[in-house]
Structures are given as structure tokens and as C-alpha cells.
């Protein structure tokens, strides 16, 4: 059984602060990392990612959907769009630029990424390792 001791472990793990690249290969592992810190209501991280070359396809999980409080879902399209939003800021980080676009037939958020020179970590890239985890009660 997981003590309290592995999930504080697991948690630093994965909020370690990133790395700069530019050696113009993209580590969609390290992509992703940043996505699931996005926020998500009641952090139910809603979402599944579908890997293709240099696109990374964010598709909603609706087994992990809040029928009580987000009844037409509008709160779990928001979280795809945080996590959008932080693979966009990991990938500049990565010399690279994103373009981000709405797929209606699968619901889902495409992005794209290109080598970009011009592409560096921002100040809110630096920002998403550094929120803190909510307390345990």
C-alpha cells in the first residue's frame, strides 16, 4: 500500500522544474509532464493524449466526468484547454512553436508543434512546476 511518503515522492517527481532544449528534438514526454499539471475541475484530470510525430492530440476521458456539478461538461472542455495550453508553453521551451486547433469529430484538441529559433521558455512555462499541491486533509 502507497504511504503518504510516495505520494509526496511521486508529486516532487513530477513538478520538477523543466529543462530548457535546443537541440531541436522534441521530448513529447516531457510535453506531457507539463500538461497533466494543468488545472482541471476538482482535479479530475479529464484527459487522454494520443502521441503522432510532432502532434500531440489531447482527447476528453469521460470516465472521469462530474455529472453532478459539470452536468454538460463545459468544466471538463475548459481542463483540455489548460492542458493545451501548458503543452504550448513546454513546447516553446523546447525551441519549438504550437499551433493549437479544435477537432469536433473527436472532441479533442490537436497540437502541433514546429521547430521555431525564436521559441524560448517563457515565464509561465517556469510557473507550471511551481504550483503547490493542495493539502491532504
Not at 472521469?64 to 475548459?78: G, M, W, Y
Not at 486547433?101 to 472532441?107: C, E, L, T
Request: hydrophobic residues 40%; negative net charge.
Amino acid at each position: 500500500m502507497a504511504s503518504i511518503n510516495d505520494y509526496d515522492n511521486a508529486a516532487s517527481k513530477i513538478r520538477q522544474a523543466g529543462v530548457v532544449r535546443s537541440d531541436g528534438v522534441l521530448d513529447t514526454r516531457e510535453l506531457i509532464r507539463h500538461a497533466v499539471l494543468a488545472a482541471s475541475s476538482h482535479n479530475t484530470q479529464p484527459w487522454k493524449f494520443q502521441i503522432q510525430h510532432e502532434t500531440i492530440t489531447i482527447l476528453p476521458d469521460f470516465t472521469r466526468r462530474c455529472p453532478a456539478v459539470d452536468p454538460d461538461d463545459s468544466h471538463l472542455f475548459k481542463s483540455l484547454g489548460c492542458a493545451a495550453e501548458n503543452l504550448v508553453h513546454a513546447a516553446a521551451a523546447q525551441g519549438f512553436s504550437a499551433d493549437i486547433r479544435f477537432d469536433p469529430d473527436q472532441n479533442s484538441v490537436v497540437v502541433s508543434m514546429t521547430a521555431d529559433a525564436s521559441a524560448q521558455a517563457t515565464e509561465l512555462y517556469w510557473a507550471i512546476t511551481r504550483q503547490k499541491p493542495m493539502p491532504l486533509i
